[in-house]
């Protein structure tokens, strides 16, 4: 195998891993925002969660789609803008949405 098909191997695997990492962090990103409103505690403005989500899918970015470290630091921002209202409400201690299998309520625990 020659130099320059090695370097095409290592950056599409670099390319997969990036992709997932963002995946990761969109599907992180949707899940805290249903919790957060099922739980009827505050979202945060709904049009960064909605502009987070557009920008991952969106092909227009900062940096070229192989690229995701720059979708991945807007879907960072944005999951931390949704948490940021908890913080204040209660103090350092995030809560975690959790359902009761007796009463099939949720509740919130503090960690």
Known sequence: MDTTTT???????LAA?????AVVVLVRLVRTRRDLRRAG???????????AVLYFVL?????PD??????????LLALHSL???LRGAYGHKI??????KET???????K
């Open 17 to 21: 891993l990036l992709l997932a990492a």
């Open 59 to 63: 092909p227009t970015d900062l940096l």
């Open 7 to 13: 370097v095409i191997i290592v950056a599409a695997v």
């Open 66 to 75: 192989p690229v995701y470290l720059d979708d991945i630091g807007v879907l």
């Open 83 to 85: 948490r940021g209202p």
């Open 95 to 100: 809560p975690t949405i959790t359902q009761s």
């Open 104 to 110: 099939n309520h949720s509740f919130d625990s503090y």
């Open 41 to 51: 505690l505050p979202t945060g403005p709904r049009w960064v969660f909605w502009g």
